[in-house]
């Protein structure tokens, strides 16, 4: 970084050339285009804080580096540099699973948290009432911007839930910096939602991808079951698996609700639902 920091010419970054003893940008000038603090561009350079992945952005920004220079920051502090835009094609993978656990309500999700498909048991929850809005099948949209209205947590569970979302959409941002969709709906939840907003500002760590939920069925009965997120990393894509306590009497009702459909194994999800 001190290496990039020295070698960048302050003309090409928009600062006067003249009146510099040493070659390069100044700790200050950086800390001030990268929005942070003279004194933590000094720390980062001696190894003694860790950057987010956030703060790798912006000093690449900063900096105007190379796609390679980037790439070897992001490297150097433990992230995954990307580009373009977020895949969402179904693969063999996300395929495979949604077969193989037919009585499991499953979603698969790309990287930005937007469902890509699911199966019949998720459709036979009910939960997933479509609004109209262009993010309608967002995971993360749907929990800060237009919750379900038969989905409640727990404050503990939604706290996790929440946590989840950001950091899931955080990367992904990181990952594909050129995604104009995924910055544009970041962008506007952070205007809807103070909620996500507080959390995108000050994220928390996430401790286990794992969190509780009671769904209620049009006929009035419910049930409470465990949503895990599973990385499927060929694709860039994820599943939430829903699973009941083993023997309880959420999984004889999951059993019933489920058992009841006689859809698809894979159901692709557009923005007009299901197809």
């Not at 690449?60 to 502090?77: H, I, K, M, T």
């Not at 907003?197 to 794992?210: G, I, M, N």
Request: proline fraction near 6%; hydrophobic fraction near 40%.
């Amino acid at each position: 970084m001190r290496h990039l920091r020295e070698g960048t010419d302050p003309v090409a970054v928009g600062l006067p050339a003249g009146g510099r003893r040493v070659p390069g940008l100044r700790r200050e000038e950086l800390g001030e285009l990268a929005g942070t603090s003279a004194d933590y561009v000094r720390r980062l350079e001696q190894g003694r804080s860790h950057p987010s992945a956030g703060v790798v952005r912006a000093i690449a920004r900063a900096l105007r580096v190379s796609r390679a220079d980037y790439e070897r920051l992001s490297a150097l502090a433990g992230y995954a540099a990307a580009d373009g835009q977020v895949p969402t094609d179904v693969g063999p993978g996300a395929t495979r699973l949604l077969e193989r656990f037919p009585d499991t309500p499953m979603i698969v999700t790309d990287a930005a948290m937007n469902v890509v498909a699911v199966n019949s048991g998720l459709l036979a929850l009910e939960h997933w009432d479509l609004t109209g809005e262009r993010w309608d099948w967002n995971v993360a949209w749907r929990i800060f911007c237009h919750p379900f209205a038969a989905f409640q947590q727990s404050r503990a569970d939604a706290t996790t839930h929440e946590t989840i979302q950001v950091a899931q959409l955080r990367a992904a941002l990181l990952r594909y910096p050129a995604d104009a969709a995924l910055a544009g709906m970041v962008d506007e939840m952070r205007s809807r939602s103070r909620r996500f907003d507080t959390l995108w500002r000050a994220p928390r760590p996430v401790e286990v991808y794992e969190s509780s939920a009671r769904f209620t069925q049009s006929d009035g009965d419910s049930v409470t079951l465990a949503g895990n997120l599973i990385a499927i990393p060929g694709d860039d894509l994820a599943a939430v698996m829903l699973t009941a306590a083993p023997g309880s009497r959420d999984a004889t009702r999951l059993a019933e609700v489920v058992g009841a459909t006689d859809g698809p194994a894979v159901v692709k999800v557009g923005q007009s639902g299901p197809g």
